[in-house]
């Protein structure tokens, strides 16, 4: 082969790579949930060297932000002195109305205002001025509005943090909807050794704020969204790995429900038309 072609070859494996990471990462955590786990990147297989995790900034309760940063696709994140995340005030009139017209459509007020994307544990996760998350409880962000706009902001905040911090039982069991044997599986696989607590730094980079939505059923008692987060250019057009995740309000916040299909969940689309852009 020539140099040219083993060039060419080269960026399309990396491309190929870089777009199967950011998809993987974005079923990890469902992947996780149904008791079974694989590896970002690796085809299945545990890491052969342990990396150290991101160290955060500051302690837990620390309050402002670092200098913020770029992610894979050069926006902006803030990194937020608490690596929980800061959330930010919460103004409820800006909430959107079962009565308004764009009550399924709309975007949370904030997300693409500085701050509305924080880094947390390596992943981009969102914090709106209307739906969301309202505090920071024992490390986990809670307090979601009970909306079409609280329910991603849930689905993208639970799924993200769960991919950086696989181990994290915490947050599987108060914010997972698993039942029992979910939550044996999971337990083995923390006691086997196989999730680990801090994903590194060649993983979470590929945790990248999704650029779009949708909301395809909501109820009051349940919601169905999706989550399209950007890949590289293929034969000229963009595309997106586009994941569907059930969401369920259950003791006065959303949680996220473990599915056991993984190819039902998730295909490649190449438009957004129809999608609502954070």
Do not use: C
Not at 15 to 23: D, E
Not at 235 to 252: E, H, N
Not at 261 to 271: H, K, L, P
């Amino acid at each position: 082969m020539s140099e040219k072609g083993t060039g060419r070859a080269k960026v399309d494996e990396e491309r190929g790579i870089s777009f199967g990471m950011i998809a993987s990462g974005a079923i990890l955590a469902l992947i996780v949930v149904a008791g079974v786990y694989v590896w970002i990147g690796h085809g299945g297989s545990g890491p052969k060297h342990a990396e150290p995790a991101p160290a955060p900034v500051a302690g837990s309760g620390a309050t402002g932000f670092a200098d913020p940063q770029v992610d894979l696709f050069g926006r902006r994140v803030d990194v937020p002195n608490n690596p929980d995340g800061q959330p930010l005030l919460q103004d409820s009139a800006t909430q959107h109305k079962p009565t308004d017209g764009d009550w399924l459509t709309a975007a949370p007020a904030g997300t693409t205002d500085p701050r509305g994307w924080q880094r947390v544990y390596g992943a981009s996760v969102p914090f709106s001025t209307s739906d969301g998350p309202a505090r920071i409880d024992n490390g986990l962000a809670v307090g979601y509005s009970h909306t079409p706009q609280g329910a991603v902001l849930a689905a993208a905040q639970i799924t993200y943090r769960f991919n950086a911090r696989p181990a994290d039982r915490d947050l599987y069991v108060r914010q997972v909807r698993a039942s029992a044997p979910q939550i044996a599986a999971y337990d083995k696989a923390r006691t086997d050794g196989k999730l680990p607590d801090q994903q590194p730094e060649r993983v979470t980079r590929y945790l990248v704020a999704p650029d779009a939505f949708q909301i395809e059923n909501y109820a009051d008692d349940m919601a169905i969204v999706r989550l399209a987060a950007r890949g590289p250019i293929n034969d000229g057009k963009q595309l997106w790995a586009a994941i569907r995740l059930v969401m369920v309000w259950d003791g006065g916040d959303w949680r996220l429900k473990p599915t056991e299909s993984r190819s039902a969940q998730t295909e490649y689309v190449d438009s957004l038309a129809g999608w609502t852009k954070w």
